[in-house]
DNA sequence: TGTTGTCTACCTATCGATAGGTAGGTGACG
DNA sequence: CGTCACCTACCTATCGATAGGTAGACAACA
């Protein structure tokens, strides 16, 4: 395998197990087993466990940043816009109840280092970013203070209906309670 | 030291630790430093880790719905009332930028002991459940179905805003969030 | 009153497993 | 021949958990 195809798989793998059980039950030894290398090779692409989180902070970041250029980019109205941003959410929980790599890690963030939690920062940073643009003709009265405000609390709402959602191991909790904010009004 | 006041000083010293670094952080031997006795009598309070976490989050329900009725016995305006709720939730925040228990632990779901994760899921019936008291004059035409939504969801923002409040290390995104939720109409 | 038995609330010492990390070797390939 | 992509073989630190011991309190009984 290229080396470029193993960094990716590792990377891959890695994501999906802290998804699924957080940045501190990841381990070199669990990663090397479901790669089909030996944890030591591991080393060889991320020196330390910390340049691992880092690099899946700041990939899962740059994902997300396309795809939300991608939504920008297509003329669609803005239901379906937000509707494609919250299927994002919905799909980590699809796949196997698994959370989003943020929310996971921002649960954990007093116990991580200091260039994974740079990463992860960058995260809520995009979608925010991405929201004041979407959210725009919703406040049309608004200052950028007040915008970026809003727009936050939509990201915070739909983190925490993750959260309650994989608590309860139920994808129907989480559009249940996106109709709910919607509802409110809180979001469209 | 009497047995019961051992049994609080470990449940204390460990609950500020999960709130801090979650419930995989949680390391007896650092527990045992902090309350000033060694690891392996901790065992004899909580003969296993699931014990202990249960116990936590067990504990953490009781302490809530003590605090959720007495709540509803005073004679409070609903502002009021939901004003002192949602302050339980910012304190967690205030005192070193912990989390809620439940978000924490919901966040680590998928790598609780059963034990624990029903004990966890306790808390968030018990949040529904008094919400739905709560804000029920808010529903005046509802079913209980419809009730039991609406009232996760506010438990599911509430949940969201205290995880980005805690990834930004920042009280005033918890409150501006709120008030967010607040302007949009999502809750009182 | 003195002894005996049992209980509590710890202790020391150690277990096997696992964590992240490293030094140095090896085979394939350009 | 040199570099790349791994490997074997280890290290130290720490994990939860267990075995077995002990000082002190207390109750019962002779």
Chains 1, 2 share one sequence.
Request: proline share 4%; aromatic share 10%; charged share 25%.
């Amino acid at each position: 395998m290229s080396t470029t195809d193993t960094r990716e798989t590792i990377m891959g793998v890695a994501k999906a197990m802290v998804q699924a059980r957080g940045y501190n039950a990841l381990s070199f030894r669990e990663i090397a087993k479901d790669v089909g290398i030996k944890s030591a090779s591991i080393h060889y692409y991320f020196p330390t466990k910390g340049d691992l989180g880092a690099a899946l902070a700041q990939r899962y970041t740059d994902d997300a940043v396309g795809y939300f250029e991608q939504l920008l980019v297509e003329p669609l109205d803005l239901e379906t816009r937000f509707r494609r941003y919250i299927a994002v959410f919905r799909a980590a929980l699809l796949n196997d109840n698994r959370m989003c790599l943020y929310g996971i890690m921002a649960a954990e963030y007093g116990d991580l280092p200091p260039e994974v939690r740079a990463a992860v920062d960058g995260f809520s940073e995009a979608n925010v970013r991405w929201l004041v643009q979407v959210l725009a003709p919703r406040h049309p009265g608004a200052d950028d203070v007040q915008r970026r405000r809003a727009a936050l609390a939509v990201f915070a709402a739909i983190e925490g209906a993750q959260l309650v959602a994989r608590g309860r191991d139920d994808i129907a909790v989480f559009d249940q309670t996106v109709d709910a904010y919607r509802a409110a009004g809180l979001m469209p």
